[in-house]
């Protein structure tokens, strides 16, 4: 296969992977919380394989997030929805302390699994409740958690990452485009949400062909 045609199809993966998530509109809120935490239970043996191969450039763009939202050696980072620490595990080399929480056992123990040296801490639980206390936190991040969230659970946990965040601390969310599924919010969805939970500087930021990047800061 040429260079061009492995390109191509790769942004075809990408693009299908994000169109398919569109199905998470119709399961968010409480109720349908055991379905996705069965969904991960299957899916958490093969998560990373699968990731890898549909979306190629996923962890060197999750990587690049951290750097977006000036991760320092000296920060401590919490990762929300942890998941088998895309994030996590590449802040734990850039920073001081490393942490992830997610309410899925599966995924936290394939997190495990792919721990090495300079290890980062892990906890199940819900990122709607943190069991930080205030402005324990420099940076904040997550990864398409927020996709399986409704319009209050997401504003319910940018409220807690506000509290937990540090004053002068950011946050970073990657996410994907309204204009492949509208599952994703909106820049205008992005700026409501952040300025409701309090933070400023708010920046919204595409990605190569399907990514998105929404940082914020706390004065």
Not at 122 to 139: A, E, T
Not at 191 to 201: C, M, N, R, T
Request: charged share 25%.
């Amino acid at each position: 296969m040429s260079n061009d045609s492995y390109r191509g199809v790769a942004k075809w993966l990408r693009y299908g992977v994000m169109k398919g998530a569109q199905v998470d509109k119709y399961l968010r809120g409480t109720r349908w919380r055991p379905v996705i935490k069965f969904f991960y239970r299957l899916i958490a043996p093969i998560y990373d394989s699968v990731a890898s191969k549909l979306l190629d450039d996923y962890q060197e763009v999750a990587t690049q997030l951290l750097r977006n939202v000036n991760l320092e050696t000296t920060d401590t980072v919490l990762d929300l929805g942890c998941g088998t620490g895309v994030l996590t595990l590449p802040a734990a080399k850039m920073s001081r302390l490393s942490i992830g929480i997610d309410l899925s056992s599966e995924m936290l123990h394939q997190f495990v699994k792919k721990r090495q040296a300079r290890q980062p801490i892990m906890l199940k639980g819900n990122v709607i409740y943190l069991p930080f206390v205030d402005q324990s936190f420099d940076r904040i991040v997550t990864a398409f958690m927020l996709l399986h969230l409704n319009d209050k659970e997401k504003s319910l946990v940018l409220a807690e990452a506000y509290r937990v965040l540090k004053s002068g601390g950011s946050i970073g969310c990657l996410s994907s485009r309204e204009t492949i599924a509208n599952v994703y919010n909106s820049h205008e969805k992005w700026y409501k949400l952040f300025g409701e939970a309090g933070f400023v500087k708010v920046n919204v930021i595409e990605v190569r062909d399907v990514y998105r990047y929404v940082t914020g800061h706390k004065l």
